[in-house]
């Protein structure tokens, strides 16, 4: 399946930094989702179908990618 990335409205995170290194996320239609480098807008770009993108930010939110103590 090939979505329209022309289509969504781009935002990064209100904590990313001006000149940060940030992804960017828009909602697609279908309820998928795409990622995207901010520096690369027009480069390639990762999509997500709900289901996906629903685990992912939930395994984020119960801190499954948290680094492990050193």
Not at 14 to 42: F, I, M, W
Not at 43 to 70: I, K, Q, V, Y
Request: with cysteine; charged share 25%.
């Amino acid at each position: 399946m090939t979505d329209d990335l022309t289509e969504g409205r781009w935002f990064k995170s209100s904590y990313s930094e001006t000149t940060g290194q940030c992804v960017e996320v828009a909602h697609l239609s279908g309820g998928r989702v795409g990622v995207r480098d901010s520096k690369n807008p027009s480069g390639p770009a990762l999509t997500f179908g709900p289901a996906e993108w629903d685990a992912f930010t939930t395994s984020g939110h119960c801190g499954e990618f948290d680094r492990p103590n050193s």
